[in-house]
């Protein structure tokens, strides 16, 4: 089956395994999706000109004090880390989000696996690096002490 917006395909898709979603207009979705430390917002859309789908997460994590500047720092050393995407932050929303695009010119459907691959990513990444900014934005501790305690590397298995 083709569509000629990547939206409805995708919206099909997450239909069948009952992921909370809402379809803001014909280029934007809103899906709530359960991830392993907490429920990601993600705002899928379609930018038709350009022909990419954009993904963005926001993380929404109840800061009680100022954000100071090593917000950029720790964004950036997480930023290294990373694969596929990017976190950055928000000052007008003071929060921090992932960003993640995906180039689709040229084809007429997405396929199951490329939409499970581009949720996975964006899941697995989030998951991966929530335990450092909740570290930094809700227990206000250092930038470094953040990675090095909630990014431990195991090796082999147990």
Not at 12 to 37: A, E, Q
Not at 101 to 117: C, R
Not at 118 to 127: M, T
Request: aromatic fraction near 18%.
């Amino acid at each position: 089956m083709t569509y000629e917006n990547p939206i409805d395909c995708i919206e099909d898709y997450i239909y069948k395994y009952d992921i909370d979603s809402f379809r803001d207009s014909v280029n934007d979705l809103s899906l709530l999706y359960k991830g392993l430390w907490h429920s990601y917002n993600i705002n899928v859309s379609w930018d038709e000109f350009n022909q990419i789908i954009n993904i963005v997460t926001y993380f929404d994590l109840k800061k009680k004090s100022k954000i100071g500047k090593n917000i950029y720092s720790l964004i950036s050393k997480v930023n290294e880390k990373i694969n596929l995407g990017y976190f950055n932050y928000s000052s007008k929303l003071e929060t921090v989000f992932f960003k993640y695009q995906v180039s689709v010119k040229g084809q007429n459907f997405l396929t199951i696996e490329q939409i499970e691959s581009f949720l996975d990513v964006v899941i697995s990444e989030c998951d991966r690096f929530f335990p450092v900014f909740y570290l930094y934005l809700c227990k206000k501790q250092d930038p470094e002490y953040a990675l090095k305690t909630s990014l431990i590397d195991t090796h082999g298995e147990a």
